[in-house]
């Protein structure tokens, strides 16, 4: 429970600049997927990763501390407290975090000299914590783990001890939803294909992780649906074999007071390419068209403004998917003890 409650508020807390991200109103911004080593195996690769050309320190990181030519001054296995900082000697209150060992020397060295004549302090790491990615949904072991290394996404689900399987018709199948998985970083989501990755083995997809990354794989075996946006209870509904899009507004506790009735965006498929369809439910509603039917883990978007441009409100969608799984995923997790959303309303 105290795994999962972290997890969350970490979640949270990296999620909230999103709104402040400049792009179209309410959608998370996708960035372009960065170049893969074309490799397994972090270790194998011939550059370092990004964050490792600047290693910094952070929460739960263990040093040591020691002053030439007084042993008697060592202090072994120091660990730099949740706030980031970390304290030797006189030295008390250093904020730690996002500095390299040899600055964090060159701090304590600058305010032990205003006790000591020319002090000499070494500052040696014994053990990095800090530097943390999370895997999230239909895997094995489902957690955060430690960033020691350079790591790909194959590594990580590796890890998480894989993607979760299970029986169809005496077939083993996967129970992620690869079309629809995602990984944010900096708020962000990367454009990474998960199918392309993990069942066509492209390797252009193995990108490297970097500190605070979220990997999420949705259930693929979950027979629901996802009416999302300016409907009154947002969320997941359990799919049966009638349903509609007028049929699952209704479910939702039916349109919010702002919404835009006339005109209802249904993205079905992947994240990547997927296939969007509107539906006029004003001629639903007179009797001039049918209902639209639905399948499993379409999204039915409602917005809350008149719209023209498909592209623009399927962003939306895709945001408002990524938020719900990951309320979703922490509601089923954690169950009552936070009851408020952990991602943020855009």
Same mark, same amino acid.
Request: aromatic content about 10%; overall charge neutral.
């Given at each position: 429970?105290?795994?999962?409650?972290?997890?969350?508020?970490?979640?949270?807390?990296?999620?909230?600049?999103?709104?402040?991200?400049?792009?179209?109103?309410?959608?998370?911004?996708?960035?372009?997927?960065? @170049?893969?080593?074309?490799?397994?195996?972090?270790?194998?690769?011939?550059?370092?990763?990004?964050?490792?050309?600047?290693?910094?320190?952070?929460?739960?990181?263990?040093?040591?501390?020691?002053?030439?030519?007084?042993?008697?001054?060592?202090?072994?296995?120091?660990?730099?407290?949740?706030?980031?900082?970390?304290?030797?000697?006189?030295?008390?209150?250093?904020?730690?975090?996002?500095?390299?060992?040899?600055?964090?020397?060159?701090?304590?060295?600058?305010?032990?000299?205003?006790?000591y004549r020319r002090p000499r302090i070494i500052v040696t790491p014994v053990e990095f914590r800090s530097k943390k990615f999370y895997v999230l949904g239909k895997v094995v072991n489902k957690g955060a783990?430690?960033?020691?290394?350079?790591?790909?996404?194959?590594e990580a689900i590796a890890q998480a001890g894989g993607l979760e399987t299970g029986l169809f018709q005496l077939n083993t199948v996967e129970m992620a939803d690869l079309p629809r998985s995602f990984l944010?970083?900096?708020?962000?989501?990367?454009?990474?294909?998960? @199918?392309?990755?993990?069942?066509?083995?492209?390797?252009?997809?193995?990108?490297?992780? @970097?500190?605070?990354?979220?990997?999420?794989?949705?259930?693929?075996?979950?027979?629901?649906?996802?009416?999302?946006?300016?409907?009154?209870?947002?969320?997941?509904?359990?799919?049966?074999?009638?349903?509609?899009?007028?049929?699952?507004?209704?479910l939702g506790g039916g349109f919010a007071e702002r919404a835009y009735k006339q005109r209802v965006l249904v993205v079905r498929g992947g994240l990547e390419n997927p296939k969007r369809f509107v539906v006029?439910?004003?001629?639903?509603?007179?009797?001039?068209?049918?209902?639209?039917?639905?399948?499993?883990?379409?999204?039915?978007?409602?917005?809350?403004?008149?719209?023209?441009?498909? @592209?623009?409100?399927?962003?939306?969608?895709?945001?408002?998917?990524?938020?719900?799984?990951?309320?979703?995923?922490?509601?089923?997790?954690?169950?009552?003890?936070?009851?408020?959303?952990?991602?943020?309303?855009?």
């Amino acid at each position: 429970m105290r795994i999962a409650v972290t997890l969350a508020l970490a979640f949270a807390v990296a999620v909230a600049p999103w709104a402040a991200l400049a792009a179209p109103e309410g959608v998370i911004p996708v960035v372009p997927k960065p @170049e893969a080593p074309q490799v397994f195996a972090g270790s194998n690769a011939k550059t370092k990763a990004a964050w490792q050309t600047r290693y910094t320190l952070g929460p739960n990181d263990v040093v040591s501390f020691a002053f030439y030519g007084r042993p008697e001054l060592a202090r072994p296995d120091v660990l730099i407290g949740p706030d980031g900082r970390v304290g030797y000697m006189q030295a008390q209150g250093i904020m730690a975090s996002g500095l390299t060992i040899d600055e964090l020397r060159e701090t304590v060295t600058a305010e032990l000299a205003k006790f000591y004549r020319r002090p000499r302090i070494i500052v040696t790491p014994v053990e990095f914590r800090s530097k943390k990615f999370y895997v999230l949904g239909k895997v094995v072991n489902k957690g955060a783990y430690t960033l020691e290394r350079p790591i790909t996404i194959i590594e990580a689900i590796a890890q998480a001890g894989g993607l979760e399987t299970g029986l169809f018709q005496l077939n083993t199948v996967e129970m992620a939803d690869l079309p629809r998985s995602f990984l944010i970083r900096n708020q962000q989501r990367v454009a990474v294909n998960f @199918e392309k990755l993990f069942r066509n083995g492209d390797l252009s997809q193995n990108i490297f992780l @970097e500190p605070d990354d979220y990997l999420y794989f949705p259930s693929s075996s979950a027979n629901e649906i996802y009416v999302l946006g300016s409907v009154r209870s947002p969320g997941a509904q359990g799919l049966d074999m009638d349903a509609s899009v007028l049929g699952a507004i209704t479910l939702g506790g039916g349109f919010a007071e702002r919404a835009y009735k006339q005109r209802v965006l249904v993205v079905r498929g992947g994240l990547e390419n997927p296939k969007r369809f509107v539906v006029n439910l004003a001629d639903v509603l007179a009797g001039k068209a049918l209902d639209f039917r639905l399948e499993p883990r379409d999204i039915v978007y409602v917005s809350d403004q008149p719209w023209s441009r498909v @592209e623009d409100l399927a962003d939306m969608a895709a945001t408002s998917f990524i938020q719900a799984m990951v309320t979703i995923w922490t509601g089923k997790s954690i169950g009552p003890v936070i009851k408020n959303p952990f991602v943020p309303t855009l």
